[in-house]
């Protein structure tokens, strides 16, 4: 019987259970999410109208040609008399008109705004590209965290679920020296209640995985019922070189990368207000053909078309300085938007270095935990042994339970606030995604 409970109690300790759940392996979840979720969703639909706003066209630098058609209709009754002594007199006289045209504008010059425009609306464009890479780089963050969430949870359900067997082993040892009078009925009762402490522990911690699971699903912008089981354990990589990493955050961090996106903008902004001081030169070109009858007047019929073309010269020779004014206020934007970046790296190399340090020390202390989650283990499997054999008692048996519920909890917890770290630090240093 207790060489029964041993081996258990090892497999529920080293061993994973299957189940007829489907897995979901953690690549997996990203790549679902990377295809559903919401906020990647609307942030990709943002940045294609950003792709399809930055044309030529939009900035101004292809010509515009218009073309109109109007056909006018009339029925009218005149009577007139002339100086010679002619009379006429109409009644119901029928006039069509018809007029068609074609108008084409075209700015060749306007002291370079329009390249500026264009260089600004790519730029916008790139910068869409970096809050893509952002949302997409939270969105997995959040992911890795929900989905080791429930790592931990059935972790901390295995580690219940073993404090649940040892409570039987000591409830049915406590039964049995009852009935043949060792103990009292005092020992069997408490043994009990600490068996159904344990299993409610347990329902409980169920209720814990299926909250975990809805939080992923959400994530993933699938069914919150669907149902499935995760395959990952907590494994951690290195936590690399602080200045290698802090040399590289200026092209590999998304809201640094977004940020110097910005700072150009701003620039171009500038040269779009200093174009104001430049004449605009326009071409224009018109073609216009006029046809029209009537039954009555002087003229019965006219026909008529042609075309005509030119350019035009603009110049503000006077606005009451407000060219001067917008020019200052972008220079003055634009340091703003310098010195903003400048606030934002050093922030960011601080979040770096605070990161690269809490991975590390967190890293070191899961390594501790996990040597006394490993100690635990044998020191539960010696010490089940020597209570079925009497050696000792049961207060001390549930000492060393207590401990072993303790260090299992604290090595689970310890990993996956390693494993948070280490997902935040690749998030920083920009190598979350590839």
Request: charged residues 20%; glycine residues 4%; neutral net charge.
């Amino acid at each position: 019987m207790t060489k029964y409970f041993i081996l258990l109690i090892s497999a529920v300790l080293f061993a994973s259970v299957s189940n007829a759940q489907n897995k979901l392996s953690l690549q997996q979840a990203i790549e679902t999410a990377l295809k559903n979720n919401y906020d990647i969703r609307i942030v990709r639909n943002t940045q294609e109208m950003l792709s399809n706003t930055a044309t030529p066209g939009n900035a101004g630098m292809l010509p515009k040609l218009d073309a109109g058609l109007t056909q006018t209709n009339s029925i009218t009754d005149s009577k007139q008399k002339f100086s010679s002594g002619a009379e006429s007199d109409k009644t119901g006289a029928v006039a069509h008109s018809i007029n068609a045209y074609a108008a084409l504008n075209w700015t060749v010059f306007d002291g370079f705004k329009m390249f500026a425009t264009y260089q600004k609306l790519k730029e916008i464009e790139t910068a869409g590209e970096s809050t893509v890479r952002m949302q997409i780089e939270q969105t997995t963050e959040q992911i890795i965290s929900a989905y080791f969430n429930i790592v931990k949870q059935k972790a901390l359900l295995t580690a219940i679920d073993s404090s649940v067997i040892i409570a039987q082993i000591k409830e049915e040892v406590a039964k049995a020296k009852f009935q043949t009078g060792i103990y009292s009925k005092v020992e069997w009762l408490q043994a009990q209640v600490d068996l159904n402490a344990f299993r409610a522990d347990y329902k409980k911690q169920l209720v814990a995985i299926d909250n975990a699971k809805v939080a992923l699903n959400k994530l993933l912008a699938q069914d919150v019922t669907t149902q499935f089981d995760v395959m990952e354990d907590f494994q951690f990589g290195d936590a690399g070189d602080y200045s290698q990493l802090q040399s590289k955050l200026a092209s590999a961090n998304s809201e640094l990368v977004r940020a110097g996106h910005d700072t150009k903008i701003s620039g171009l902004t500038v040269k779009e207000y200093q174009s104001l001081r430049y004449p605009v030169i326009g071409l224009n070109a018109n073609y216009s053909l006029t046809n029209s009858n009537s039954q009555s007047g002087l003229i019965l019929e006219s026909r008529s078309n042609g075309i005509n073309y030119g350019f035009t010269v603009t110049y503000n020779l006077f606005n009451g300085f407000n060219t001067s004014r917008a020019i200052r206020n972008a220079k003055l934007d634009y340091e703003n938007s310098r010195i903003s970046f400048d606030q934002l790296k050093n922030s960011l190399e601080g979040d770096l270095l605070i990161a690269w340090q809490n991975f590390k020390n967190l890293l070191d202390i899961a390594q501790m935990e996990k040597q006394n989650s490993e100690m635990s283990n044998e020191t539960v499997r010696l010490a089940l042994e020597r209570y079925r054999s009497g050696a000792i008692s049961e207060l001390q048996l549930k000492d060393i339970q207590q401990s072993y519920l303790q260090a299992q909890t604290s090595y689970i917890s310890a990993a996956y606030d390693a494993k948070v770290a280490e997902t935040s630090l690749k998030r920083i240093s920009g190598t979350l995604i590839k």
